[in-house]
């Protein structure tokens, strides 16, 4: 969904615990948080509201926020506009940014937290089948 950007290119990962290292930067871990799903209804359909997380990491230096912006811009594009999953998902929304700053010397970074709210629905009993 997010790989090629300008900024990360195929710097991306789907795990929460991949480990960054400095000379990946910058790069994105993509993973989901949680998920809220709603009863069925009378057609069968379960509403499922997912929690997807995209941290964007880059080296601190003194353009740091003005990179993580472009990043976050970046990605909320292609999230939320052109995403390949959109078919299948009813809507996709920004709902927080969040940045934080770490390390000392060379590991030091920062990074910017994207979280999503993906609403999508599936067949009740088969939560891998989007309609």
């Given at each position: 969904m997010v790989t090629?950007?300008?900024s990360t290119a195929d710097r991306v990962h789907t795990s929460r615990m991949t480990i960054?290292?400095?000379d990946e930067l910058p790069c994105l871990?993509?993973?989901s948080a949680h998920e809220q799903n709603s009863p069925g209804s009378l057609d069968g359909l379960q509403s499922r509201?997912?929690?997807?997380?995209?941290?964007a990491y880059a080296r601190a230096r003194l353009d740091l926020e003005d990179e993580l912006d472009g990043i976050?811009?970046?990605v909320e594009s292609v999230v939320v506009l052109s995403?390949?999953?959109?078919?299948?998902?009813?809507?996709?929304?920004?709902?927080?940014t969040s940045i934080q700053l770490g390390g000392e010397g060379d590991s030091a970074m920062g990074m910017a937290r994207m979280?999503?709210?993906v609403n999508y629905y599936t067949e009740e009993g088969f939560p891998e089948a989007a309609v």
């Open positions: 090629g950007l300008p960054v290292q400095p871990i993509v993973y509201t997912l929690q997807l997380i995209v941290d976050c811009a970046e995403s390949p999953i959109s078919g299948l998902v009813k809507w996709i929304r920004l709902s927080e979280r999503f709210t």
